[in-house]
């Protein structure tokens, strides 16, 4: 998760940010547990007891990097993808990005390109502060797992570059993506019209 803190910081002071973690267990956390209220006179007034239905610790805490980090007035905040493959054997990359603004409107224009590939577009406006597009890869490089490929875990660079208008400021990301298509059927699911079994 993350949250804008912009609005809480001081500039030209030294701030410091406290995170929060609650380990309390609810019917609807996962794993679940459950709240019992305890009270007066056989318990202290507030008194909770946590219930809970599995046989290991409740962990809790921040286990990974916590950063901090800034944008531009307008930035990039989403990516979505999906791959199509397409009957020629070439393939369809569609994309979605949802650029973020201080403003409730963003005026940006987006270019959208696949590294290593002629793939591209450029996108002068946006609806609702998206853009979206679709890029054709002509006879693309497969993902495919370990053992079934030459090359296998191939991954393009999506770049995508969005420009304030207004400011003339650049936000630049770079996702890595995969072109794979995966279908179910059944017990077994169909990738690149070969049929798998999946185990666990």
């Not at 973020?100 to 963003?106: E, F, K, P, V």
């Not at 390109?113 to 450029?122: I, K, V, Y």
């Amino acid at each position: 998760f993350e949250a804008d803190i912009a609005k809480y910081l001081k500039n030209g002071v030294p701030n410091r940010v406290n995170a929060a973690v609650n380990n309390t267990m609810t019917p609807h956390t996962i794993p679940p547990g459950e709240i019992i209220y305890h009270g007066p006179p056989d318990y202290p007034s507030g008194y909770i007891e946590q219930k809970i239905n599995f046989d290991f610790y409740n962990y809790a805490g921040i286990n990974r990097a916590v950063k901090l980090y800034t944008t531009p007035e307008t930035y990039i905040d989403d990516i979505a993808v999906q791959t199509t493959l397409l009957n020629d054997g070439n393939a369809q990359v569609h994309y979605t990005v949802r650029v973020g603004s201080r403003d409730s409107m963003a005026d940006a224009s987006c270019a959208v390109s696949l590294s290593g590939t002629s793939a591209s577009r450029l996108h002068y406006g946006m609806t609702n502060n998206e853009v979206s597009g679709d890029l054709i890869v002509q006879k693309p490089t497969l993902w495919w797992p370990w053992t079934m490929s030459d090359t296998p875990g191939y991954l393009y660079p999506l770049d995508v570059n969005c420009t304030d208008r207004r400011s003339g400021i650049t936000d630049f990301y770079r996702l890595a993506i995969g072109i794979i298509e995966v279908l179910p059927f059944g017990r077994f699911i169909l990738k690149f019209n070969f049929s798998t079994q999946l185990t666990s």
